[in-house]
């Protein structure tokens, strides 16, 4: 009989038509962050089960990322319309059993098979279109580089509206980097079904933990910055908008996935 | 404690953000469906597990559709980025417990609600960009309508490369529309786990029935069809490409769905 | 020596790699119109030159179009990623040598093909995603059709920023179409300099009167209507945002183009 | 009267929405290129009027531009969806009044202001996704770098089918830089007439040549390179496949752009 193969559908006799290719998952990016403080109870509105508030109430980030990625054998790179893609994502700090952490209850991306990818690691992944200020090395005019006065901007924006905007001012380095985004992040994963009578009983659903390797990351850079979200039409995301803003944040950054920690199911 | 709502993620305390709104889904589309033949060994590889393959080896049906879709209520329709999508797929035809089906092996489509649902139902969907002549009730040029002599065509691409194109050329009416795609429709519904040593081991594979009501279909126009599937990186659905073409068809067609029937569970 | 062909850009030795083939172009399209008064003093402000201003100080229109189109012989018709397009645009109303007329001074356009042949035309077109409620002929929950009651939205967006978006309601049918959108276009075909000194000094810069033949439209539904205009970087065409709207129309309409008539040139 | 600003269309009392702004126009970007030959009769057959060909018959290159831009001010910066392209194109080598000149016949872009900006530089630009390997100055997996051994590809696709694409192994630092791509480049602006019987009479036909400064360009990495160019139903570029390749080169380069030198007038 059948056997078929693939981390995920579609499922051939080889495997290679998978939307997205087994783990380890090889990922290096270029971030802006920004540490900001929404509304507690807006906060509170999305926190997911099994998780506590943070003492800091309201304490979140808002997270850019244009990132290039691959799977095992790198063959993605060579065809960089597989490897690239670019996301947007809020993180609220919360605990973990009296541990500092973070969960993501808002992220877009431009990419199936990194929406994919999210949904398999928790990630309530939606699709968007993304775009970040680049540096190029160079000391042209359309080139902010990372020196202090730079700007950077980045925003998010999904069927045709707007999401959320940052900008960073570059004053120099950082020594910490950011703070609302540092703790581990803890995701739930959640797949529902169809059948009748159980919409409500989701086959997946449990709390799980990130887990990765071998990761590197740049200097940082950090200055003042601004964030902003917006309502639309089937979002939530902006009960999430910022009372108060702290610091920016631009740095370089990858890691590798292949393992997932199950904390707690709920299924 | 936290209660978050929503039939799909990302879940928030209205479940309003939902990817998707949850069921009934209510579809009405315009359809061309080509019936025809894949070499048999290439069916069989891409067979599901806990289906036979069908005595007539190597059927096959490709359909592109043009999709209209809400949920209860239908405040979609008011916003058409949330309501349309273009999708193309191919079925193959199989036996379950010797009873005539067809299944997905692939599917492309162009927006993200439609993704999630599909997936939810078992579909193995993929983005793309869908294209599929139109028809406006006129007599001007640059309307073919559902006239005999009436030219369509349709094309499927994903990550910029061509995945496959067909196109109809109307001779009149058909009294029994597409035979190879007639059958009820199985899938397989599967979701990985990322634990490490797990990625064998799919929390969610389980082979499912489609369940659908309110069916509404037009009259159906018939006559010689062209299909074409091509190679491109990442894909195998050129693996079914046709061998022989049997004939082409043009319908509108619409049902509702809120149910899903599992057939047989292997998670 | 060479001799390339070709209407437009990459000129060639057949001619066939052109952005959009030569005319005759022949459009069909369904139709959403709002009729709306602007401020009037925002109108004046996008007046081109050799218009006077309309004694209807702030008469305009919003219009979306859903079309299909074609050149001789139609062979796009069948490869219908190169004759679908959507448009959304504004129209003033003015004065030409005491003749009612319409100009266009806002539009966007999801095609490059539709983009260089507006810019021929006169019509300022920029890109931008355009989504429209359809009809399906069909009794569906998922198809509004066309009878009393029946609600029909579009909405335009570019760089990820919402542009517009309209609504009607549908009542029933109506004897005249829409006025405000009824009078003969008149645009400004524009083609400026790069030459240093000369980026004031357009080589073309005409106005144009729109000609078209063979003309076919529906019967035409109309009722009450909505339309917003919003504030974008980079965008000005909210400063005709509606201080009052009249009635808003959904019809099919089509016809051919291959001519021009230059009505004063400035160059 | 009426006195409307604005480099291109749309224009209006402020200029503002113009689809790009006035020059000077900053650019900075990472290069892929290509040298190589093709047919020197499909090389002939798109030399535009006024230049010779070129004594080495057939020599061309295929370049891949991950570009950042903006205008005075640099406001696009921090708003990237207003800065960011990518474009990939041809060039073919030929002779001006004897001396070595480029010119583009085939290039695709993936925003419009970089359609408008290319048309008024003579570029016969359309839509395209483009793509590129992107470093990021780590030492992960997901980051080739720039290390001998790091391979890099780019790829171009337009309407769903594939375009071009590219790869690169870098084996060291070149001296010189691309050869085929390196004399200045001398295109056609051309803007056609739509009045009936004048659709042979462009408005605008002239061979101009490209005028920069501000340059500044990285060290120039080389190695072995593969190029394919694809059919694809309304393009001509696969006219120019390779019928030999030399090396490829990755490098950064960026300038600024507020004049054009008209070379000889067609119109």
């Known amino acids: 009989m059948s056997s078929l193969q693939g981390f995920t559908v579609p499922r051939t006799a080889t495997g290679r038509a998978s939307i997205t290719q087994p783990p380890p998952w090889h990922y290096v990016g270029d971030f802006l962050v920004v540490d900001y403080w929404a509304d507690p109870d807006a906060v509170l509105a999305v ?17 850019c990322a244009d990132w290039q ?7 993605e790179l060579l065809d960089p319309v597989r490897s690239h893609y670019r996301e947007y994502f809020i993180v609220i700090n919360a605990l973990l059993d009296g541990e500092e952490v973070t969960t993501c209850p808002f992220i877009w991306v431009d990419q199936d098979f990194a929406l994919a990818r999210g949904w398999i690691q928790g990630f309530p992944k939606k699709l968007g279109e993304i775009w970040m200020t680049r540096t190029f090395g160079t000391s042209l005019t359309a080139d902010p580089g990372l020196r202090p006065g730079a700007r ?19 004053e120099g380095e950082s020594e910490g980097g950011p703070k609302h985004n540092d703790p581990p992040i803890v995701n739930m994963r959640y797949f529902p079904r169809l059948t009748a009578g159980r919409h409500d009983e989701p ?52 890691y590798t996935v292949d393992d997932l920690e199950v904390v707690k199911d709920f299924a």
């Open 69 to 75: 990625s691959c799977s095992e054998g790198g063959e």
């Open 203 to 254: 086959q997946v659903h449990e709390l799980v933990r990130a887990v990765s390797r071998d990761r590197e990351v740049s200097k940082v850079m950090t200055g003042p910055a601004t964030l902003n979200l917006y309502p639309a039409p089937g979002e939530e995301h902006h009960t999430l908008a910022p009372v108060e803003v702290d610091r920016g944040y631009r740095l370089t950054f990858g």
């Open 47 to 63: 926190l997911p089960e099994g998780l506590e508030p943070h003492p800091d109430a309201g304490r979140c980030a808002a997270v």
């Open 152 to 170: 950077h901007g980045a925003t998010c924006s999904a069927n045709g509206r707007a999401m959320s905007d940052m900008t960073l001012t570059i």
